[in-house]
């Protein structure tokens, strides 16, 4: 497996979820796995489309198949599927957030004794 490429534990869990299946109306789409590794080549390295890696196929094709799939809702199905809710992961604890020193308050003024 390439780097930044969709471990086959995470794809089996999510190819069900993709258009273009055997059972689909319309052309199918056999290259899902290539297409899913091209979008996360171009999120992982935080590249411009244009600059996606020939391997993956004309950089406008995958960037327009990647909008027909937001508007669809493709993306939200994909990333509730791959969400795993251990929210033991999820901790706050306010004894580690500091505050930087200045952010203690104004400097009090003091005041003038009368005579």
């Known amino acids: 497996m390439r780097r930044y490429e969709i471990s086959d534990q995470a794809w ?8 273009g299946k055997s059972t689909d109306v ?8 290539q297409f899913i590794n091209a979008v ?5 390295s935080g590249a411009p489309w244009r ?3 020939e391997r993956f196929g004309p950089w406008n094709s995958v960037y327009q198949r990647f909008r027909r799939w937001a508007r669809k809702g493709v993306w939200q199905q994909v990333f509730e ?9 999820l901790l706050l604890d306010s004894t580690t957030v500091r505050a ?3 952010a203690a308050g104004q400097k009090k003024q003091r005041q003038r004794q009368s005579p």
């Open 12 to 19: 089996h869990r999510i190819s069900d979820l993709l258009p």
């Open 51 to 53: 600059d996606l890696p």
């Open 81 to 89: 599927a791959l969400q795993e809710p251990d929210l033991d992961w």
């Open 100 to 102: 930087h020193q200045h």
């Open 40 to 44: 996360l080549w171009i999120a992982r």
């Open 26 to 33: 319309g052309r199918t789409a056999r290259d899902n796995r």
